[in-house]
């Protein structure tokens, strides 16, 4: 089957963010009375936007958060990002090298993905073609952001390639219709419980696989 676009996740794929989120997420969460761990963080809230996690808070602990805490853990998050943000392992290269088309599509919000984009230099590379879940009603895992990302790109979504890192992430481009590949190199999966992953979803964890891995799905192959 032809790989005509090719989709990527923003945070924890293109960004490796996701620990440096959990990290901010925690300690305002503390700072409000509630306990929560890293792997919560990954089991519960990974690859979910900040109003489907903050409904999950709220529910799970069954109090209100503050009413400037979706504010400041941004403005705190954006700040970690300034100083210590870098791109996934690799991903840079790989990207230089990559000849086919693509796009962004993250449950991020402009805002925060605008400036992830600004801080690892590349902003100019995807300027128009950056999808978020603030543009359709259903969030992952509902395919609606991933169908919106293919039409916009002129794209069938039999012929699109998802990269995605969470399991909601996985579940919205299989219900597009469209390959997807999981991406398990970011910090925050190093050393966790592998992700349990639907039959037939290949796994790697280092972009140098990636052009072999896109090879073979343009030519039917089987992924060893």
Same mark, same amino acid.
């Given at each position: 089957?032809?790989?005509?676009?090719?989709?990527?996740?923003?945070?924890?794929?293109?960004?490796?963010?996701?620990?440096?989120?959990?990290?901010?997420?925690?300690?305002?969460?503390?700072?409000?009375?509630?306990?929560?761990?890293?792997?919560?963080?990954?089991?519960?809230?990974?690859?979910?936007?900040?109003?489907?996690?903050?409904? #999950?808070?709220?529910? +799970?602990? !069954? *109090?209100? @958060?503050?009413?400037?805490?979706? $504010? =400041?853990?941004? /403005?705190?998050?954006?700040?970690?990002?300034?100083?210590?943000?870098?791109?996934?392992?690799?991903?840079?290269?790989?990207?230089?090298?990559?000849?086919?088309?693509?796009?962004?599509?993250?449950? #991020?919000?402009?805002? +925060?993905? !605008? *400036?992830? @984009?600004?801080?690892?230099?590349? $902003? =100019?590379?995807? /300027?128009?073609?950056?999808?978020?879940?603030?543009?359709?009603?259903?969030?992952?895992?509902?395919?609606?952001?991933?169908?919106?990302?293919?039409?916009?790109?002129?794209?069938?979504?039999?012929?699109?390639?998802?990269?995605?890192?969470?399991?909601?992430?996985?579940?919205?481009?299989? $219900?597009?219709?469209?390959?997807?590949?999981?991406?398990?190199?970011?910090?925050?999966?190093?050393?966790?419980?592998?992700?349990?992953?639907?039959?037939?979803?290949?796994?790697?964890?280092?972009?140098?696989?990636?052009?072999?891995?896109?090879?073979?799905?343009?030519?039917?192959?089987?992924?060893?």
């Amino acid at each position: 089957m032809p790989v005509s676009l090719i989709i990527f996740d923003c945070d924890g794929v293109i960004a490796d963010s996701e620990v440096l989120s959990a990290s901010v997420l925690i300690g305002q969460l503390a700072d409000a009375g509630i306990a929560v761990t890293p792997a919560d963080v990954r089991r519960d809230f990974l690859g979910r936007s900040f109003p489907t996690v903050a409904q #999950s808070i709220r529910q +799970r602990f !069954g *109090r209100p @958060l503050p009413d400037r805490f979706e $504010a =400041d853990y941004r /403005a705190r998050l954006l700040d970690r990002f300034a100083a210590e943000l870098g791109p996934t392992p690799g991903f840079m290269a790989m990207l230089d090298a990559l000849a086919a088309p693509s796009c962004i599509a993250t449950s #991020s919000s402009p805002e +925060r993905v !605008g *400036r992830t @984009l600004e801080v690892l230099g590349l $902003a =100019d590379r995807f /300027a128009g073609r950056v999808f978020t879940a603030s543009q359709v009603r259903h969030g992952k895992p509902a395919p609606d952001l991933f169908l919106l990302a293919a039409d916009r790109m002129g794209c069938a979504p039999a012929d699109t390639l998802v990269i995605e890192d969470s399991s909601p992430g996985i579940a919205a481009g299989l $219900a597009a219709g469209m390959h997807v590949l999981h991406y398990a190199g970011g910090a925050h999966l190093r050393g966790a419980e592998p992700t349990r992953l639907p039959p037939g979803i290949r796994s790697f964890d280092n972009w140098s696989r990636f052009s072999q891995l896109l090879s073979d799905l343009q030519e039917g192959a089987r992924v060893p």
